[in-house]
């Protein structure tokens, strides 16, 4: 079956804009989570959903960062006036009910560059 | 907090050599191990894991061992090949509500044929 997708694969923002990254889990996949990545780095959590509820959002980095899952699919990361600082790789997770702790199945993630 | 410490890369290799990326973590609680990697122009995939101590992970010949004594879950592979070339990630969880993944910075690894 399909695996996670992310849209757009690349994305360029202006300083100041809003930007809009998008997260297909695979279907059945109640868990859903948002990670950031840096270059040269490993991800860092951001937020996890199951369904529609967003559970923790310890890691959103400042009040710009917004995530949702109205419907328990698809998930919306939406970054408000971007900085330079938010360039980085943005990586969406889903993980089913029964499997394992941990076990988690990435998408291809969205780049992101602030100029 | 929890943390994740990998060996620093690259780490360049000649095909069928000796393969060890040293990963240490620091946790609250009892975590479950892992080790995730990233293949050129694709997404994190999990390779292996464990979950309890002195439990081996192993997965397309590579192992890990969960050692407690040392915080340690070190990844080994007999024989590399060139197809290995990838960017390895150490990673932990806890159990509890949210399940997220804590990783190390990650390996590059180049096998050369």
């Known amino acids: 079956g399909a695996g996670v997708s992310q849209s757009p694969r690349y994305k360029v923002a202006k300083r100041g804009q809003d930007v809009a990254l998008r997260c297909d889990p695979i279907?059945?996949?109640?868990?859903l989570f948002w990670y950031q990545q840096a270059l040269g780095q490993g991800p860092e959590f951001l937020t996890y959903?199951?369904?529609?509820?967003?559970?923790?959002k310890s890691g959103l980095p400042s009040d710009r960062f917004f995530a949702e899952r109205p419907e328990g699919s698809v998930s919306t990361l939406k970054i408000q006036r971007t900085q330079q600082e938010d360039s980085a790789v943005y990586l969406c997770?889903?993980?089913?009910?029964?499997?394992?702790?941990?076990?988690?199945?990435f998408g291809p993630g969205t780049r992101l560059t602030v100029t | 907090g929890d943390s994740v410490t990998q060996m620093e890369g690259p780490v360049t290799l000649s095909e069928e050599a000796f393969l060890t990326i040293n990963c240490t973590y620091t946790?609250?609680?009892?975590?479950?191990l892992f080790w995730y990697v990233q293949y050129p122009g694709e997404g994190l995939q999990l390779l292996l894991k464990?979950?309890?101590?002195?439990d081996k992970g192993s997965n397309k010949g590579f192992e890990a061992t969960y050692r407690k004594e040392t915080t340690s879950f070190h990844l080994e592979k007999g024989s590399v090949q060139v197809s290995d070339s990838a960017v390895y990630f150490c990673?932990?969880?806890?159990?509890?509500?949210?399940?997220?993944?804590?990783f190390g910075s990650g390996t590059q690894l180049t096998v050369l044929p």
């Open positions: 464990a979950t309890k101590a002195d």
């Open positions: 959903f199951q369904n529609e509820a967003q559970l923790d």
């Open positions: 946790a609250t609680g009892y975590p479950s």
């Open positions: 990673a932990l969880t806890l159990s509890g509500s949210a399940r997220q993944l804590t």
């Open positions: 997770a889903s993980s089913s009910p029964t499997g394992g702790l941990g076990e988690q199945y």
């Open positions: 279907s059945g996949h109640v868990s």
